[in-house]
């Protein structure tokens, strides 16, 4: 496959899908609106996973797993959540295919195996959890339950990207029950500052905390809490969510508990939960034309070792050097692959590497050797410099970080130039149509006109900061009073 990719400036959108299929991250599938993560895409995923459950662990969670398919009248039972999701639901009625007696060699649904009760594949869990959890919890002693799964979802969504909106996805949902409504809301916004730090200290990825307008809350919620981060073409991405959701589902499933005063209360009740279209979003934060590019915190490689050599006796004279290397790059923690591979040239591995985003690539050459140095590249500013061989395991650890440390700065000063106030509709269409990001402006807080501006604008409001200046203001479209602006944007 060729390794040219579509500049952004010339089509953002099959830049990323370039950069998505050659950087090999994921693929198409034989199945309509699903994708097929590839290796490197999964270890990707995987060393995002494994953080986000050390900090959810840290944070007194365990986690567990409940069945993928939900029955219908479970479904049914939360009114709100039903609804919100209904449009998106895939539904097993039957359990057995027989042979069709009028197609050799083909298969039929066996009209006799209906199921009694139609089940969902599960867009979200809230319905199967809160049906367990009515016998899990009694009394006051068996609360706060904290408690998240690892799965897949379905959402059969009819235009689909990779990664950003699938069918089919891979997340993660917390589900948590407590005594009050004032430690659920404190579960809330804990999760959504561990989404946050994670988004900025691993990804690199500067985020907005804010709260959703009512319009755009999870369905069943009292309240969603998110965190929004600006891609490179000033379209927003909601990069995790985390939702107080009071009494609704204790009250839809019955689920009370015995209070230490002998009463009986319904239980308070969070979810939260994020998904692999985190990996679309890191790559539209980062990356360039000459491919990925990836924070070295969760990178799959950080580093990658490019021999150059003649002939089999160069190739055995080099391998004690990044032997040794290799050893004391992986004493130090590093993620570390030696490419001695004779079928592509060195030149070839450079561009390949580029393309992959790996943080750092040693060039190890025989002259260079004799002299003691190797040549080091890093991606994101895409620099070489000559150092010495010794202390280089030590080198590579602290600029790393430093790599780390200069694509967040490099996209906080993106995100941080891309927010614009603006205090008419002229000025609201003006910002959203040059790309140019969150626009600020001030809304009358009424449905209303959150969807009149919805349908004039293509534009949602991404969230109400949560460190939001209060200030006196008028409407953008109705002219109305307003107490604060809120963040509006065109998103993924």
């Known amino acids: 496959?060729?390794?040219?990719?579509?500049?952004?400036?010339?089509?953002?959108?099959?830049?990323?899908?370039?950069?998505?299929?050659?950087?090999?991250?994921?693929?198409?599938?034989?199945?309509?609106?699903?994708?097929?993560i590839k290796p490197y895409g999964y270890a990707l995923w995987e060393n995002m996973r494994d953080v986000l459950d050390r900090m959810f662990k840290d944070t007194g969670h365990q986690n567990a797993y409940f069945p993928l398919f939900v029955p219908k009248s479970l479904f049914e039972a939360e009114e709100q959540n039903a609804e919100g999701f209904a449009k998106e639901c895939a539904v097993v009625t039957h359990y057995r295919l027989k042979n069709d007696p009028e197609k050799k060699g083909k298969l039929m649904v066996d009209p006799e195996a209906k199921l009694e009760e139609e089940l969902v594949v599960r867009p979200t869990s809230e319905?199967?959890?809160?049906?367990?959890?009515?016998?899990?919890?009694?009394?006051?002693?068996?609360?706060?339950?904290l408690v998240n799964q690892w799965a897949n979802v379905v959402r059969w969504e009819m235009r689909t990207r990779l990664f950003l909106r699938t069918a089919e996805f891979l997340w993660q949902e917390?589900?948590?029950?407590?005594?009050?409504?004032?430690?659920?809301?404190?579960?809330?916004?804990?999760?959504?500052?561990?989404?946050?730090?994670?988004?900025?200290?691993?990804?690199?990825?500067?985020?907005?905390?804010?709260?959703?307008?009512p319009a755009e809350r999870f369905a069943g919620a009292e309240d969603t809490y998110c965190i929004e981060a600006l891609m490179q073409d000033g379209k927003a991405l909601q990069a995790g969510t985390s939702h107080f959701l009071g009494q609704n589902f204790a009250k839809a499933f019955e689920?009370?508990?015995?209070?230490?005063?002998?009463k009986q209360e319904y239980v308070w009740a969070t979810s939260w939960g994020v998904s692999t279209r985190l990996i679309g979003g890191l790559v539209m934060t980062h990356s360039d034309d000459q491919g990925l590019v990836l924070p070295p915190r969760i990178a799959p490689l950080q580093v990658v070792i490019v021999p150059i050599y003649k002939g089999d006796e160069g190739k055995a004279e080099m391998a004690p050097h990044a032997d040794k290397l290799i050893a004391e790059l992986k004493a130090a923690g590093i993620r570390v692959k030696y490419d001695d591979n004779d079928n592509t040239r060195p030149g070839w591995k450079f561009a390949e590497y580029e393309l992959k985003g790996v943080p750092v690539r040693v060039t190890l050459g025989a002259r260079d050797l004799a002299n003691g140095v190797v040549e080091l590249a890093r991606r994101d500013t895409k620099e070489k410099s000559t150092v010495p061989l010794e202390g280089l395991a030590e080198r590579i650890k602290g600029l790393l970080v430093e790599i780390q440390d200069n694509l967040f700065a490099r996209a906080k000063a993106f995100r941080d130039a891309h927010i614009t106030k603006a205090d008419t509709w002229e000025e609201f269409e003006r910002v959203l149509d040059e790309k140019t990001g969150f626009v600020s402006a001030h809304w009358d807080g009424t449905a209303e006109t959150e969807a009149a501006i919805k349908e004039k604008a293509k534009a949602t409001i991404r969230c109400i900061p949560l460190d939001n200046p209060l200030e006196e203001g008028k409407?953008?479209?109705?002219?109305k009073p307003s107490t604060q602006r809120v963040l509006f944007a065109r998103a993924y």
């Open 174 to 213: 917390g589900h948590t029950a407590h005594a009050t409504a004032d430690e659920a809301i404190v579960e809330t916004k804990q999760m959504l500052d561990v989404y946050a730090a994670f988004a900025e200290e691993y990804m690199a990825m500067p985020v907005i905390k804010g709260v959703k307008s």
């Open 1 to 36: 496959m060729s390794k040219e990719i579509t500049s952004r400036e010339q089509d953002y959108s099959q830049w990323y899908n370039d950069l998505i299929l050659r950087g090999g991250l994921a693929d198409y599938s034989a199945v309509r609106g699903c994708m097929v």
């Open 127 to 145: 319905a199967i959890i809160w049906n367990t959890y009515k016998d899990w919890i009694q009394s006051y002693r068996d609360l706060p339950i």
């Open 475 to 479: 409407c953008i479209l109705t002219g």
């Open 255 to 262: 689920v009370k508990y015995l209070t230490k005063e002998n």
